[in-house]
Nanobody, 117 residues
């Protein structure tokens, strides 16, 4: 049974920071890429950032480059998303996902991030 649990969301003022965590259970994910996505009200889910299984390589959406950093601790089966200089347009439900093959197969339940202006 695969389970992903996100935490760390909340309400923050514009310019503030939050750190999201995604804890994985059920199997070891050190060989799998993981990613963060987000979905704002009335919008489609969009890619935020991804990281390879080793943690050596990361990818970020242009909208968050220079502000968000993805990292992972394979010993803890946990992926993080450090979010700095938050903007109201970053308000969304944030989801973590595990990539298996060519698809993101496993998803968490999401954590709400709200940025006030």
């Amino acid at each position: 049974q695969v389970k992903l649990v996100e935490s760390g969301g909340g309400l923050v003022q514009a310019g503030g920071s939050l750190r999201l965590s995604c804890a994985a259970s059920g199997r070891t994910f050190s060989t799998y890429a993981m990613a963060w996505f987000r979905q704002a009200p009335g919008k489609e889910r969009e890619f935020v950032a991804a990281i390879t299984g080793s943690g050596v390589t990361t990818y970020s959406a242009n909208s968050v480059k220079g502000r968000f950093t993805i990292s992972r601790d394979n010993a803890k089966n946990t992926v993080y998303l450090q979010m700095n200089s938050l903007k109201p347009e970053d308000t969304a439900v944030y989801y973590c996902a595990v990539r298996v093959g060519l698809t993101y197969k496993y998803w968490g339940q999401g954590t709400q991030v709200t940025v006030s202006s």
